[in-house]
T-cell receptor
Framework: GDSVTQMEGPVTLSEEAFLTINCTYTATGYPSLFWYVQYPGEGLQLLLKATKADDKGSNKGFEATYRKETTSFHLEKGSVQVSDSAVYFCALSGSTGGFKTIFGAGTRLFVKA | NAGVTQTPKFQVLKTGQSMTLQCAQD?????MYWYRQDPGMGLRLIYYSASEGTTDKGEVPNGYNVSRLNKREFSLRLESAAPSQTSVYFC?????????????FGPGTRLLVL
């Protein structure tokens, strides 16, 4: 079945460091790919998404490119801030024409001042 | 605009007790979902409602029931709580059910079953 695999956390970085959180997926068909972020004590919220191969999603300085050849959707940010500390979830939807969203296990990010 | 609201925020139950988790959205969304979040496992879909008047099982429906009361409200009921149901429960909604739809999440209900 469909699945999403994320790098295990926690990831600890200093402010202004470069961030990469790896995400790979297994799916039949052509899913849409998402990154959601969960700040402490809150629900998930959409960070960015891409709906077809080679699309790049971007928001708040974060970027991810839909790579069909490597089945990956890695999240990157050039310079993290303390306020980026959160849990990041990679997800896919619509793999076989269905709508259900499959979430990865989440990666916790700590950014130190 | 409140978005998705959930009540209660936190609940402690004894094994065998029952309770209902409430969820409401004010975005005129058609589809609503209940997930549970457990450490290291991401979110797993319990039940969903594609539209008012319909409900379907997700990945982990055992021990739960749901009611889509109207377009705004979608409740989750635990008839006889078990320690394995200790988790954080999230309600979400989306405008439709296409693959590109964004889901909007509530703040969660933290449930502890003793």
């Amino acid at each position: 079945g469909d699945s999403v695999t994320q790098m295990e956390g926690p990831v600890t970085l200093s402010e202004e460091a470069f961030l990469t959180i790896n995400c790979t997926y297994t799916a039949t068909g052509y899913p849409s790919l998402f990154w959601y972020v969960q700040y402490p004590g809150e629900g998930l919220q959409l960070l960015l998404k891409a709906t077809k191969a080679d699309d790049k999603g971007s928001n708040k300085g974060f970027e991810a490119t839909y790579r069909k050849e490597t089945t990956s959707f890695h999240l990157e940010k050039g310079s993290v801030q303390v306020s980026d500390s959160a849990v990041y979830f990679c997800a896919l939807s619509g793999s076989t024409g269905g709508f259900k969203t499959i979430f990865g296990a989440g990666t916790r990010l700590f950014v130190k001042a | 605009n409140a978005g998705v609201t959930q009540t209660p925020k936190f609940q402690v139950l004894k094994t065998g007790q029952s309770m209902t988790l409430q969820c409401a959205q004010d975005m005129n969304h058609n589809s609503m979902y209940w997930y549970r979040q457990d450490p290291g496992m991401g979110l797993r879909l319990i039940y969903y409602s594609a539209s008012e008047g319909t409900t379907d099982k997700g990945e982990v429906p055992n021990g739960y029931n749901v009611s889509r009361l109207n377009k705004r409200e979608f409740s989750l009921r635990l008839e006889s709580a078990a320690p394995s149901q200790t988790s954080v429960y999230f309600c979400a909604s989306s405008l439709g059910q296409g693959a590109i739809e964004t889901q909007y999440f509530g703040p969660g209900t933290r449930l502890l079953v003793l």
